[in-house]
């Protein structure tokens, strides 16, 4: 049974910094590019960050870019999302996901995702 569980969520003041990690079990991820979205209230799900499991190639939505880092550690079968310089407009539900698919910017396109963790930034 495939798992994927968030963690590293919290309540944080503008400027700060966040790591979010991703478990992954239940199969192998080599090959699947991992995926982070996110989703405020009455928003739809955007693409945030993602990382080719096999060879850590990383790409960004632009509202993050520069202040967002993507990271894998194979040993530990965990993701990692570096979120630095918050800003409020950052608050939503984190989830973290897993695609063979070229379209790893399309939420729908991913086979697995986790239950999501809760990220507030303050002004």
């Known amino acids: 049974q495939v798992q994927l569980v968030e963690s590293g969520g919290g309540l944080v003041q503008a400027g700060d910094s966040l790591r979010l990690a991703c478990a992954a079990s239940g199969r192998t991820f080599s090959g699947y590019t991992m995926g982070w979205f996110r989703q405020a209230p009455g928003k739809e799900r955007e693409f945030v960050a993602a990382?080719?499991?096999?060879?850590?190639?990383?790409a960004y939505a632009v509202s993050v870019k520069g202040r967002s880092t993507a990271s894998r550690d194979s040993a530990k079968n965990t993701v990692y999302l570096q979120m630095n310089s918050l800003k409020p407009e950052d608050t939503a539900v984190y989830y973290c996901?897993?695609?063979?698919?070229?379209?790893?910017?399309?939420?729908?396109?991913?086979?697995?995702w986790g239950q999501g963790t809760q990220v507030t930034v303050s002004s």
């Open positions: 996901a897993a695609t063979r698919s070229y379209y790893y910017r399309n939420y729908q396109r991913y086979d697995y």
């Open positions: 990382i080719n499991w096999s060879d850590a190639n990383t």
